[in-house]
C-alpha cells in the first residue's frame, strides 16, 4: 500500500504507540477519540484526523479498538522489524546509550560500539564489544548494520558518515550537533537535547510573562 503521511502526523505516532502500549497494559480494549484525547493531550479531531491517514479504524459509536490500533501504529513506524545497530563514540553518550535495554525490546539489536581511544578499544559495556573504528566499514558490511549512533566529537562526524555511508548503512540516528550530508538513500535522524530543552525555557519564559501556553 503507497500513503503519503505528512512528517508531522508522523512525528505524533510515537506518542500515540506509547499511550496505547499502556491502555493495552491496563486491558483497556476500546477507547473513543475524546477519552483518548484526554489522556494524549492532541484534541479530539486532531486524533480522527491522524487515525484516518491509515485507514477506517473508528467506528462510529464503538471507538477505536486499542490492540489493532497499537500493532497497525507499530507496522507503520516499522517495530516489527529487527534492526542490527552499532554505536560510535563509546564516551559518556554512547555508552548511556548502550546500558538502555528498552532500545533491544522496541527491536533495535545493538551490536557492538566502536572508538578511536585506545584505552577503551577491547572493553566490553554489558556484552557489547568495543571495536576500533578503523574496522568500522568492514563490520558494517559483514554483519548486516541498518543503523548507526553517532555519538562522537563533531569534526571527524562527517568523514565516519561518508564510510558509513559507503558501507551500506540505512540509517544514522546523529548526536553530534552537525547537519551530514549524505546519499539520498541513507536516512538521517538528528537529536538535540539542547532543543528540547530552549523549547521548556521559551514555555517557562511564557509562563513567567503570564502568557497562555500553546497546545500541543
Ligand atoms: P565523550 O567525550 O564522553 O565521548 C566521545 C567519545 O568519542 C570518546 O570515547 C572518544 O574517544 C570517541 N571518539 C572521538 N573521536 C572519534 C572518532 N573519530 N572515531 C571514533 N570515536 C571517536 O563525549 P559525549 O559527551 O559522549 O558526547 C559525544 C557527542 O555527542 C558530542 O558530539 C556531543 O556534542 C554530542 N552530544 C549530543 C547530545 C544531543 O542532545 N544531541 C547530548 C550529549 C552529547
Same mark, same amino acid.
Given at each position: ?5 505528512s512528517? $508531522?502526523? *508522523?512525528r505524533?505516532? &510515537?506518542?500515540?504507540h506509547r499511550?496505547?502500549?499502556?491502555l493495552?497494559?491496563?486491558? !483497556?480494549n476500546r477507547?473513543?477519540s475524546?477519552?483518548l484525547s484526554?489522556?494524549i493531550?492532541?484534541?479530539a479531531?486532531? @486524533?480522527?484526523q491522524?487515525l484516518? #491517514?491509515? %485507514?477506517g479504524?473508528?467506528?462510529q459509536?464503538y471507538g477505536y479498538n ?5 500493532k +497497525? @501504529?507499530?507496522?507503520?513506524? /516499522?517495530?516489527?522489524e529487527?534492526y542490527?545497530?552499532i554505536?560510535? %563514540?563509546?564516551g #559518556?553518550?554512547g555508552?548511556a546509550?548502550? #546500558?538502555? $535495554?528498552?532500545f533491544?525490546?522496541? %527491536?533495535?539489536? *545493538?551490536?557492538?560500539l566502536f572508538?578511536i581511544? &585506545?584505552?577503551l578499544?577491547?572493553l566490553?559495556?554489558r556484552?557489547?564489544e568495543?571495536?576500533d573504528i ?6 558494517v558490511?559483514?554483519n548486516?548494520i541498518k @543503523?548507526a549512533? @553517532?555519538?562522537?566529537p ?8 561518508n564510510?558509513?555511508a559507503d $558501507?551500506?548503512?540505512?540509517g544514522i540516528?546523529?548526536f553530534a550537533p552537525v547537519d551530514?550530508e549524505? &546519499? +539520498?538513500? !541513507?536516512?538521517?535522524?538528528n537529536?538535540h537535547?539542547?532543543?528540547s530543552l ?11 510573562? /503570564?502568557?497562555?501556553? &500553546?497546545?500541543e
Amino acid at each position: 500500500m503507497s500513503r503519503k503521511i505528512s512528517m $508531522a502526523v *508522523i512525528r505524533r505516532l &510515537p506518542k500515540y504507540h506509547r499511550y496505547l502500549r499502556d491502555l493495552l497494559e491496563k486491558d !483497556v480494549n476500546r477507547i473513543s477519540s475524546k477519552e483518548l484525547s484526554k489522556i494524549i493531550g492532541f484534541t479530539a479531531s486532531q @486524533i480522527r484526523q491522524d487515525l484516518n #491517514n491509515f %485507514g477506517g479504524f473508528g467506528q462510529q459509536g464503538y471507538g477505536y479498538n486499542v490492540e489493532e490500533l497499537y500493532k +497497525e @501504529i507499530s507496522t507503520i513506524l /516499522g517495530l516489527e522489524e529487527e534492526y542490527n545497530t552499532i554505536i560510535i %563514540g563509546a564516551g #559518556n553518550l554512547g555508552q548511556a546509550i548502550a #546500558n538502555y $535495554a528498552g532500545f533491544r525490546s522496541s %527491536g533495535f539489536r *545493538i551490536k557492538a560500539l566502536f572508538d578511536i581511544n &585506545p584505552r577503551l578499544i577491547g572493553l566490553k559495556i554489558r556484552e557489547l564489544e568495543i571495536f576500533d573504528i578503523e574496522d568500522i566499514k568492514e563490520y558494517v558490511t559483514a554483519n548486516n548494520i541498518k @543503523i548507526a549512533v @553517532i555519538c562522537i566529537p563533531k569534526d571527524k562526524v562527517q568523514s565516519i558518515a561518508n564510510e558509513l555511508a559507503d $558501507a551500506g548503512i540505512s540509517g544514522i540516528w546523529n548526536f553530534a550537533p552537525v547537519d551530514l550530508e549524505l &546519499p +539520498e538513500d !541513507v536516512i538521517v535522524e538528528n537529536v538535540h537535547l539542547t532543543e528540547s530543552l530552549f523549547t521548556l525555557s521559551y514555555l517557562l519564559n511564557e509562563k513567567k510573562l /503570564g502568557h497562555e501556553l &500553546p497546545e500541543e
